[in-house]
């Protein structure tokens, strides 16, 4: 099975920043795409940011310039830079990937992070 988990939410003002880790372990030979997202109360879950193997990366409009997705392929950990937050902000934040767990696998299985809170408050 694969495994992942994150770290790094909690309380911050206005304005503030956090950089959110998520660390995939498990039977994994590659993992292919890895993303964020976040869930708001009552609301659908969102996709933020994603970043192939190769480093390329793509953003939702309502967090460009704001937050950064990077990740360490040797660490199967994908990360979030998040800078200038603002309160609707606010929400629990998933990680996902996309793992290959042989060299025979022909597509791969998407697996995701138990939440992490973000709470941006004054």
């Known amino acids: 099975q694969v495994q992942l988990v994150e770290s790094g939410g909690g309380l911050v003002q206005p304005g503030g920043s956090l950089r959110l880790s998520c660390a995939a372990s498990?039977?994994?030979?590659?993992?292919?795409?890895m993303g964020w997202y976040r869930q708001a109360p009552g609301k659908e879950r969102d996709l933020l940011a994603t970043i192939t193997s190769g480093g390329s990366t793509n953003y939702a409009d309502s967090v460009k310039g704001r937050f950064t997705i990077s990740r360490d392929n040797a660490k199967n950990t994908v990360y979030l830079q998040m800078n200038s937050l603002k309160p609707e902000d606010t929400a629990v934040y998933y990680c996902?990937?996309?793992?290959?767990?042989?060299?025979?696998?022909?597509?791969?299985?998407?697996?995701w992070g138990q939440g992490t809170q973000v709470t941006v408050s004054s």
């Open positions: 996902n990937a996309n793992v290959l767990r042989s060299r025979w696998s022909t597509r791969p299985s998407s697996y």
């Open positions: 498990g039977s994994i030979y590659s993992i292919t795409l």
